[in-house]
């Protein structure tokens, strides 16, 4: 079993820059695809931003253009970065080796985006 661990939430103002870090117990090599998913209070689950092993990538539409997300294939570590954060941003963050219903999900790391 996959163990996944979030870091990097915290509180910014709107327009600011977060970094998440997504740290496995395997080698990413092993893993097909590490995807970020986000879900804010009263909201459904979201993806956010995925990268397959390879290296390709997807976003959401919404994330398009201001998150990045990359590897570290020798720290077995994805990391996220937000940049041009908004309000609308704020959520919980999870990272995941599978989907909603599969796979091993982190705990979570709140990110919190002031007006």
């Known amino acids: 079993q996959v163990q996944l661990v979030e870091s990097g939430g915290g509180l910014v103002q709107t327009g600011g820059s977060l970094r998440l870090s997504c740290a496995a117990s395997?080698?990413?090599?092993?893993?097909?695809?590490i995807t970020w998913y986000r879900q804010a209070p009263g909201k459904q689950r979201e993806l956010v931003a995925q990268?397959?092993?390879?290296?390709?990538?997807n976003y959401a539409d919404s994330v398009k253009g201001r998150f990045t997300i990359s590897k570290d294939d020798a720290k077995n570590t994805v990391y996220l970065q937000m940049n041009s954060l908004k309000p609308e941003d704020t959520a919980v963050y999870y990272c995941?080796?599978?989907?909603?219903?599969?796979?091993?999900w982190g705990q979570g790391t709140q990110v919190t985006v002031s007006s």
């Open positions: 395997v080698s990413l090599f092993n893993i097909a695809a």
């Open positions: 990268i397959a092993t390879g290296g390709t990538t």
């Open positions: 995941t080796s599978g989907g909603p219903g599969f796979g091993s």
